[in-house]
C-alpha cells in the first residue's frame, strides 16, 4: 500500500517554524488578509514584518521550488532577446539563460504556477524550448526588467556603446541603476561569456597600449578580445568593487570573491591582483558549484581503480594524498571522495585556502592568516572538534604536514593534497618538506595522482593509422594489433576549430602495503618504488592516458602535452 503524501505546509506554518514572525505579527497579517484580500506573503512585506528575499527564500522552500534572488543575477543577451518586453511585464517574469544545447530556457516568475503565462510563453516560442521556472519576487523582476531590457547586454554592442561615449567613474561604486554605465555590463558580459563557454579561469592582463583578455578553456589559454587600455582602470575598479577589493591600493597584491547568479546557477568566482608594470593583472577562478562535485563513479576510473579507491576510503584511518600540478582537477576529486564518505553518522572537518564548494553536513573553514588560523593551527583546533575525516587543503610545509600526520596517527582519517608530478614523486617531495620515512611508514594509505587531457570533439575527430614510432610508444606489437586506428583534433563550430570539447582526468592510485612501508622506511630509491608497484599491478598516468588513446577518447598528441611518454621509447 503506498505511504500518504506529506501534507504541504501552511505559509504561516512555515514563517512561525523558521522563526521568521512571531504569533502576533502573524495574527496582525492574517487580519489584513481578509481586509485588504490580498496574498499573505504579500501583507507581511507590506507591514515590514519580513523581506521580499526572506518572503521569497521561504516561499520556494514550502512548495518545492527554486529560487532565485534577481540582483546578482547577470542575464543571458541571448535569452532577453527572445522574449519581448511587454511580455516580461505583462507576466512578470525575466528570462535569465538559454541553453541551446539542452533546448531550455531558465525565466524567473514571481508566481511559477501561473499556467496562463506558461502556456503564453510556450506558444510564443513555438514549443521550440522547455521552460524551466524560478520563483522571484515582484519588485526585483520590476527592476530586472528595466535593467535587462533597457541597455545593450552584447558584448559588441557596450563595446561601440563606451566608444562613442563618456565613462562616468563614480557610478561604477553606484548601487542603484549601475546598468546606465556602460563598462558595468562589459564586465558582467564578458563574465557570463567566460561561463558560457565553459571557461576555468578569466585573465584581464594589461599591456602597453592595450587589454588582453584570455579565458583558460578545457585547460589552455585562449584570447577572446583585445580592449583599448583606456577601459583598464574602469573595468579594474567595477572587479575590485565586486569582489569587496579595496580599489585605492593598487601596489599590493588583493584577494576577493564574487558571488553571482549566472545561467540561472550561482556560481562564485575567486579573485586575485597582482601589480604588474603595466598596471594590475586580475585574475577570476571560476567556481562553479555544478561541475564541481562529481560522483566518483564519474570520474571515469576503470572498475578495478574504482574498487581500488573505495578500498582505501575504507580504511578507518591514515592519510590519503591526491598530488598533482595546480589546475589538475585535485580539489574536484578530494570533493567526490568527500561526497562518497559523507553521512550524518561521520562528522567530517574540513581545512581550505578557500572553501571552494559549500557541501551539506559537512564543516569547512577557510585558512584565516589575519586570525592565525594557518593550516597547522587549523587542524589543531579541528583535533578538539571531535573529527572522523579531515581534509586539509593542502600540505605545503612541514608544520602542516606533521599536524596532518599527527591526526592520522590518532585514528583519523586524512585527505589532502601534495603539488608533486606523480604519486611516487610524493615520497621525495614529503621527505623535501621535513617529514621523517618512520613517520611515513604506516600512515600512509594510498596516493592518487591526476592529470587533466583535452577530450577530442566527437563530431571532427579524424581517424588515422599510427605511425612506427606511435606504435612502439604505445605497445602496440602484435600482428593482431595491425589494424588498430588512432584519432586526432581537426576542428569544427562545434568545438570553435580547436578539435577538442571537454576534459577527462588521467589517474594513478597507489596502494601502500606493509612491503611499501618498508621500503619507505629504508628510504629506497624511486626504481624500487616503481618495480614493487608495477609488480602488484599499479597502472601508470601513461597506461591511463592510452587506455583513452586508444578507445578515441583523446589523442596521442594531447596525452603526451600533459603526461611524459619518452620513457616508453627504449
Given at each position: 500500500?503506498?505511504?500518504?503524501?506529506?501534507?504541504?505546509?501552511?505559509?504561516?506554518?512555515?514563517?512561525?517554524?523558521?522563526?521568521?514572525?512571531?504569533?502576533?505579527?502573524l495574527?496582525?497579517?492574517?487580519?489584513?488578509?481578509?481586509?485588504?484580500?490580498?496574498?499573505?506573503?504579500?501583507?507581511l512585506?507590506?507591514?515590514?514584518?519580513v523581506t521580499?528575499?526572506?518572503?521569497?527564500?521561504?516561499l520556494?522552500?514550502?512548495?518545492?521550488?527554486?529560487s532565485?534572488?534577481?540582483?546578482?543575477?547577470?542575464?543571458?543577451a541571448?535569452?532577453?532577446?527572445?522574449?519581448?518586453?511587454?511580455?516580461?511585464?505583462?507576466?512578470?517574469?525575466?528570462?535569465?539563460?538559454?541553453?541551446?544545447e539542452?533546448?531550455?530556457?531558465?525565466?524567473?516568475?514571481?508566481?511559477?504556477?501561473?499556467v496562463?503565462?506558461?502556456?503564453?510563453?510556450?506558444?510564443f516560442l513555438?514549443?521550440?524550448?522547455?521552460?524551466?521556472?524560478?520563483?522571484?519576487?515582484?519588485a526585483?523582476?520590476e527592476?530586472?526588467?528595466?535593467?535587462?531590457?533597457?541597455?545593450?547586454?552584447?558584448?559588441?554592442?557596450?563595446?561601440n556603446?563606451?566608444e562613442?561615449g563618456?565613462?562616468?567613474?563614480?557610478s561604477l561604486?553606484?548601487?542603484?541603476?549601475?546598468?546606465?554605465?556602460?563598462?558595468v555590463?562589459?564586465v558582467?558580459?564578458?563574465?557570463?561569456?567566460?561561463?558560457k563557454?565553459?571557461?576555468?579561469?578569466?585573465h584581464?592582463?594589461?599591456?602597453?597600449?592595450?587589454?588582453?583578455?584570455?579565458?583558460?578553456?578545457?585547460?589552455?589559454?585562449?584570447?577572446?578580445?583585445t580592449?583599448?587600455?583606456?577601459?583598464?582602470?574602469?573595468?579594474?575598479?567595477?572587479?575590485?568593487?565586486?569582489?569587496?577589493?579595496n580599489?585605492?591600493?593598487?601596489?599590493?597584491?588583493?584577494?576577493?570573491?564574487i558571488?553571482?547568479t549566472?545561467?540561472?546557477?550561482?556560481?562564485?568566482?575567486r579573485?586575485?591582483?597582482q601589480?604588474?608594470?603595466?598596471?594590475e593583472?586580475?585574475v577570476?577562478?571560476v567556481?562553479?558549484?555544478?561541475?564541481?562535485?562529481?560522483?566518483?563513479?564519474?570520474?571515469?576510473?576503470t572498475?578495478?581503480?574504482?574498487?581500488?579507491l573505495?578500498?582505501?576510503?575504507?580504511?578507518?584511518?591514515?592519510?590519503?594524498?591526491?598530488?598533482?600540478?595546480?589546475?589538475?582537477?585535485?580539489?574536484?576529486?578530494?570533493y567526490?571522495?568527500?561526497?562518497?564518505?559523507?553521512?550524518?553518522?561521520?562528522?567530517?572537518?574540513?581545512?581550505?585556502?578557500?572553501?571552494?564548494y559549500?557541501?551539506q553536513l559537512i564543516?569547512?573553514s577557510?585558512v584565516?592568516?589575519?586570525?592565525?588560523m594557518?593550516?597547522?593551527n587549523g587542524i589543531?583546533?579541528?583535533?578538539?572538534?571531535?573529527?572522523?575525516v579531515?581534509l586539509?587543503?593542502?600540505?605545503?610545509?612541514?608544520?602542516?604536514?606533521?599536524?596532518?600526520f599527527?591526526?592520522a596517527?590518532?585514528?583519523?582519517?586524512v585527505?589532502?593534497?601534495?603539488?608533486?608530478?606523480?604519486?611516487?614523486?610524493?615520497?621525495p617531495?614529503?621527505?623535501?618538506i621535513?617529514?621523517?620515512?618512520?613517520?611515513?611508514?604506516?600512515?600512509i594509505?594510498?596516493?592518487?595522482?591526476?592529470?587533466?587531457?583535452?577530450?577530442?570533439c566527437?563530431?571532427?575527430r579524424?581517424?588515422?593509422?599510427?605511425?612506427?614510432?606511435?606504435r612502439?610508444i604505445?605497445?602496440?606489437?602484435?600482428?593482431e594489433?595491425?589494424?588498430?586506428?588512432?584519432h586526432?583534433?581537426?576542428?569544427?563550430?562545434?568545438?570553435?576549430?580547436?578539435g577538442?570539447?571537454?576534459?577527462?582526468?588521467?589517474?594513478?592510485?597507489?596502494?601502500?602495503?606493509?612491503?611499501?612501508?618498508e621500503?619507505?622506511?629504508?628510504?629506497?630509491t624511486?626504481r624500487e618504488?616503481?618495480?614493487?608497484a608495477?609488480?602488484?599491478?599499479?597502472?601508470?598516468l601513461?597506461d591511463d592516458?592510452i587506455?583513452f588513446?586508444?578507445n578515441?577518447?583523446?589523442?596521442?598528441?594531447?596525452?603526451?602535452?600533459?603526461v611524459d611518454?619518452?620513457?616508453?621509447?627504449?
Open positions: 500500500m503506498n505511504a500518504p503524501a506529506p501534507r504541504k505546509r501552511m505559509l504561516g506554518e512555515a514563517l512561525l517554524e523558521k522563526g521568521v514572525v512571531n504569533q502576533d505579527q495574527r496582525i497579517a492574517l487580519k489584513e488578509q481578509k481586509r485588504q484580500n490580498l496574498p499573505l506573503g504579500k501583507i512585506v507590506k507591514l515590514g514584518f521580499e528575499a526572506v518572503m521569497r527564500d521561504v520556494g522552500e514550502n512548495i518545492g521550488q527554486e532565485v534572488a534577481l540582483s546578482t543575477v547577470i542575464a543571458d541571448d535569452a532577453i532577446r527572445l522574449i519581448p518586453k511587454d511580455m516580461a511585464r505583462r507576466y512578470k517574469l525575466v528570462p535569465l539563460n538559454l541553453d541551446k539542452h533546448a531550455q530556457l531558465t525565466v524567473a516568475m514571481a508566481d511559477t504556477f501561473n496562463v503565462a506558461l502556456d503564453q510563453l510556450s506558444a513555438s514549443n521550440a524550448v522547455q521552460i524551466k521556472p524560478l520563483l522571484a519576487s515582484e526585483d523582476i527592476t530586472a526588467i528595466d535593467h535587462f531590457y533597457g541597455f545593450d547586454l552584447s558584448i559588441d554592442g557596450i563595446i556603446e563606451i562613442t563618456q565613462v562616468d567613474y563614480s561604486q553606484a548601487v542603484n541603476n549601475e546598468y546606465s554605465q556602460p563598462i555590463r562589459l558582467d558580459s564578458l563574465l557570463a561569456d567566460a561561463v563557454r565553459g571557461a576555468s579561469d578569466i584581464f592582463e594589461p599591456e602597453q597600449g592595450f587589454l588582453r583578455v584570455r579565458y583558460r578553456i578545457d585547460g589552455v589559454l585562449r584570447q577572446v578580445r580592449l583599448h587600455q583606456s577601459y583598464w582602470s574602469g573595468i579594474c575598479v567595477r572587479l575590485k568593487v565586486m569582489a569587496g577589493l580599489i585605492a591600493e593598487t601596489r599590493a597584491p588583493q584577494d576577493g570573491r558571488s553571482l549566472l545561467l540561472g546557477r550561482p556560481i562564485d568566482f579573485v586575485a591582483s601589480p604588474t608594470t603595466h598596471g593583472n586580475i577570476l577562478r567556481l562553479d558549484r555544478q561541475k564541481g562535485i562529481v560522483p566518483l563513479d564519474k570520474l571515469g576510473l572498475e578495478d581503480m574504482l574498487q581500488l573505495k578500498l582505501l576510503m575504507a580504511r578507518p584511518e591514515g592519510i590519503i594524498l591526491v598530488t598533482g600540478p595546480t589546475g589538475s582537477g585535485k580539489t574536484t576529486t578530494l567526490s571522495m568527500l561526497n562518497h564518505v559523507n553521512d550524518e553518522e561521520v562528522n567530517i572537518m574540513t581545512l581550505e585556502d578557500p572553501v571552494e559549500p557541501m564543516r569547512q577557510s584565516n592568516e589575519a586570525a592565525k594557518d593550516f597547522a589543531r583546533s579541528m583535533m578538539r572538534q571531535d573529527p572522523d579531515i586539509v587543503g593542502e600540505i605545503r610545509d612541514e608544520q602542516t604536514a606533521e599536524m596532518a599527527r591526526a596517527m590518532t585514528g583519523h582519517q585527505f589532502s593534497t601534495l603539488h608533486s608530478n606523480s604519486a611516487l614523486g610524493a615520497f617531495r614529503l621527505l623535501d621535513g617529514v621523517k620515512p618512520d613517520v611515513m611508514e604506516g600512515n594509505i594510498g596516493i592518487v595522482a591526476q592529470r587533466l587531457a583535452r577530450r577530442l566527437v563530431k571532427c579524424e581517424e588515422y593509422a599510427p605511425s612506427d614510432l606511435e612502439h604505445l605497445g602496440l606489437t602484435g600482428p594489433l595491425a589494424s588498430v586506428k588512432l586526432r583534433a581537426k576542428g569544427c563550430e562545434h568545438c570553435e576549430h580547436r577538442y570539447k571537454g576534459r577527462l582526468a588521467l589517474l594513478e592510485v597507489l596502494r601502500i602495503d606493509g612491503e611499501f612501508d621500503l619507505i622506511a629504508r628510504r629506497a624511486k618504488l616503481e618495480a614493487h608495477i609488480k602488484h599491478g599499479f597502472k601508470t601513461a592516458g587506455r588513446i586508444l578515441g577518447t583523446t589523442s596521442l598528441d594531447e596525452v603526451s602535452r600533459v611518454l619518452t620513457a616508453r621509447i627504449q
